[in-house]
Nanobody, 121 residues
Framework: QAQLLESGGGLVQPGESLRLSCVAS????????MRWYRRVPGKQRELVAT???????NYADSVKGRFTISRDNRKNTVYLQMDSLKPEDTAVYSC???????????????WGQGTQVTVSS
């Protein structure tokens, strides 16, 4: 099975930037959609951004114009560039990928452990 590992979280002040990375390793034949989610304790998980295999992107209204999702298919990696961060962006951010482990297997939805992003002055 493939494993996902996020990095890049941390504590920043409002208005600053962070770049999250998520790399997939293990049994990987192909990767379709890649996504970033976030979750705040006591609230429902929110889909932040999606990027298709061909590079088409989609964003939650709350992050449009501030966040940018990108991917490097050669490195099995998805990124989330977060600019103009606000306190309400504070959450645990998790990546999700639709991974086909082998040529003849079905896609499997894989998740990372999550990385904490805290925006506070």
């Amino acid at each position: 099975q493939a494993q996902l590992l996020e990095s890049g979280g941390g504590l920043v002040q409002p208005g600053e930037s962070l770049r999250l990375s998520c790399v997939a390793s293990g049994s990987i034949f192909d990767i379709n959609a890649m996504r970033w989610y976030r979750r705040v304790p006591g609230k429902q998980r929110e889909l932040v951004a999606t990027i298709s295999k061909d590079g088409f992107t989609n964003y939650a209204d709350s992050v449009k114009g501030r966040f940018t999702i990108s991917r490097d298919n050669r490195k099995n990696t998805v990124y989330l560039q977060m600019d103009s961060l606000k306190p309400e962006d504070t959450a645990v951010y998790s990546c999700n990928m639709e991974i086909q482990p082998t040529r003849f297997s079905a896609e499997d939805s894989r998740w990372g452990q999550g990385t904490q992003v805290t925006v506070s002055s």
